[in-house]
């Protein structure tokens, strides 16, 4: 019954009843008016079969109170002679039959129904008052006091349903499935009851002198065929009801099935074993997935104790924390551990206990176990290569700085301490002479010299480029750093032999000592203005720290203005490298490279400016020109290319990088999906949710993001799965090994390659000088590659022209 369709039709009958008498002629109109508006109400949703047995519900009802009518009243009252007392019976017995039926139709756990009940009760208190009235009037009772009462209780109840109705809120009668499934079955008892009365009623009528009349019989047949029928009709609404909760659970049934065979599945091809164990590590489920981890068949392990299996060196460790998550309810306890193999080795396996014991569903000890070796090999070796040079084997700057701070935390006077930089003369010459090749050479021979010049304890690193570092650690450190400079410079000394050319090197050495500094930065800054004052003296000399050396940072200030002045000045310009792809061969995009014309010093590289940028924040300026200038010139060259640019960690750090991302994506026009953001290793060291908020709202605008230098910082195997990264660089320092006939060198790169292939990331060898290296990257799967065997960064007019012309030396490779 729908809110606000039941208050109107209950009203419209109140008021009908109010202004009809009962023993008038408009009392004919309102029974008629009651009627259609009980008919008229929504009933309940249904299908034949209900629809049909609520009309021979009708019927029965209507049947059993016609042969009541007909013996106690409508007889009588005939028989007395008094007017119209047929057609009032009648209509008080279809008032009643419509009043009764309605009420059939409705389930009381619905709240339409406690709406409907109060007005069919009082038209059905209404009809059957109109009858016994006219069964006083035949006996010349006095029948109209008891009349009026009970047509004004009937109005009474209508008007309460009315109200009640009012109150109902919208919607609230509809009902789904389930409510009419569980209803209480008034529909199914009423007509029963019905016909039970009259029973009982037409046995008393002979024994009050009734007889017995063909009205009488006729009615009885109809009602015995009529409750029949309907036992026919309940029987088959039963069976399509039995049928519809079969269906129903055979769907379940298979549904479960279903989520039992995938639950199954996934179990039995995880990478994981899954085992259910007893409070005492009796293994009572395993998974079929330890015959393909670690190789053991599973009649091995059930109803065994995991204790007794696993060997005596994981079983104490194993056995204590089974008892540590036994002793929690719900608990999880992780741990890593050897597990032997089928093959006779140990694998380092991380095992996670889960205490299930007090689901009824588990009743015991879930282990999930993986082997993470491979992963822990690989993140060990990613993690050498973070502390150590990949050239030449030495500590680098990470470790420089972490011995440092230990070796000044460790002593107890800082006199103890001191610092050697070391910067060799002219090797940018030789790197621009020779080669790169020939430079790494010499940086090999270096180190050796270096490993040979310097005995144990003192530590021995390469920070980058043609620059070394030594901590002196012993109770006279300062006299013992200047004895080791001049040891290291006499080994220097003497001359190289690079590829039978004879190269005489020389450098210069800083030396600083931890008492002059606060902290080890301050200590390394002092070693790096002593060195420069070395460099300054002609190199092949060492200088040590005073308080006065400020003359090269008077040099760096100077420079920093300039800088300054550059960026204000147009002194800066762009040169682009391309970016290809290994076999098709073709251009696919390029990186933006800074330059700077210095009226002086003329074309200064990147490395003598970006690292000053960087100190003293320029570099974010710096930053926002060059991506602008970019994206202007990949628009400008009209084709689909993608334009890599450098972000620095100040950038990242300083105001909103993705703000500034997507400002010079509108001024320039340039599509966000092409251009892609590099960023090194040392950008996501600070692994914090601020710093991947950051990540995330640059991946928001569309760009794609680099990881740059890939293993040559602090390599790990998070990053690639918390940061969203598109693309991996391999830092050149990998590549350049490649073809040399290092398999190790080769294994790394292969390995960094799956890993980039593993994290859906394309990946991107940086420094490729020659074709066997094009050769072996294509083999292993590398997507693209950039180098000066490909192309040197070129001028914008220059790129353009390569862009049509294309890549020569790639096709002599192919």
Known sequence: MTSGVAPGLLLLVMSAGVLASPAGPGRLVFVVLAALCLLAMPSPPGNRLTRLRTGIDALLVGFSLFATSWNFVIGPAT??????????????????TVALTALARWSPLRPGPRTLAPACAGLTLMAVADSVALRLRAGGGDWQPALVVAWCAGLGLILLAALRALRLPAGADAADEDVRSGRWSVGVVLPYAVVLVTLLLNSVWPALGGATTPVGTWCRFLTILLIVLRGVLLARDNHLLARRLEDRVTARTAELANREQRFRALVEQSSESLAILEADSTVRFQSSSIERIFGFPLATLVGRRLVDVVGMHAAPRIQAAIDDAAGRPGGITTIEVLLPHEDGTRRLSEITITNLLDDPYVRGLVLNTRDVSEARRLQEQLRHEAYHDALTGLENRALFRERLAAAVAGRPSREHVSVLFLDLDGFKEVNDSLGHAAGDQLLVQVAGRLLR?????????????DEFAVIAVSPDARSDAEALAARILEHLDEPFDIDGRVLHVGAGIGIASAADASDIEQLQR?????????KDAGGGVYATYHPKMHDALMQRL???DDLRLALERDELVLHYQPTVDLAAGTIIGFEALVRWNHPARGLVPPLEFI???????LIVPLGRWVLGEACRQAVAWGRPLKMAVNVSVRQFEAGDLSATVAEVLAETGMPADRLCLEMTESVLLTDTDENLGRIVSLKALGVLLAMDDFGTGYSSLAYLRRFPMDVLKID?????????????????VRTIVRLGQRF???????GVENAAQVALLR?????????YFLSRPLPSADAGRLLEAGLPALTVAN
Do not use: I
């Open 611 to 617: 690292g000053l940028a960087e100190s003293t924040g």
């Open 453 to 465: 010049a310097v005995p144990a304890p003192h530590t021995v690193a390469r920070l980058g480029g």
């Open 526 to 534: 002092n070693a790096d203005l002593a060195m420069y004052r070395a």
């Open 779 to 787: 083999e292993m799967g590398c997507d693209y590659g950039q180098g």
């Open 79 to 96: 028989a007395a002679g008094v007017p119209d007392a047929g057609t009032h019976a009648l209509a008080d017995v279809l008032l009643a």
């Open 732 to 748: 050149r320092s990998f590549v350049d090994r490649l073809g040399a006939g290092d398999a190790e060198d080769e294994t790394l």
């Open 558 to 560: 100077s420079l920093a």
């Open 760 to 766: 859906g990331m394309q990946t991107v060898a940086e």
